[in-house]
């Protein structure tokens, strides 16, 4: 979430591997984001960041 200070240190750590590996893996691994933002608008600035699928926020 984007008001979760271990998950801001993570996110980009984990981008990073996603990137360097991601046409290697694509047909056998997946990333997909699960937001627990309080908002909308939480969730799309924190999701621009992300190199992967998200599921709606709801």
Same mark, same amino acid.
């Given at each position: 979430? =984007?008001?979760? !200070? #271990?998950?801001? +240190? %993570?996110? #980009?750590? $984990?981008?990073?591997? @996603?990137?360097?590996? =991601? +046409?290697? $893996?694509?047909?056998? @691994?997946?990333?997909? @984001?699960? /937001?627990?933002?309080?908002?909308? /608008? /939480? %969730?799309?600035? &924190? %999701?621009?960041?992300? !190199?992967?699928?998200? $599921? !709606? &926020? /709801?």
């Amino acid at each position: 979430a =984007h008001w979760c !200070p #271990p998950c801001r +240190n %993570f996110t #980009p750590k $984990l981008a990073e591997i @996603f990137k360097e590996t =991601h +046409n290697e $893996l694509k047909d056998k @691994f997946d990333i997909v @984001f699960i /937001s627990c933002d309080e908002d909308q /608008s /939480s %969730f799309d600035e &924190y %999701f621009k960041e992300m !190199p992967w699928k998200a $599921l !709606p &926020y /709801s």
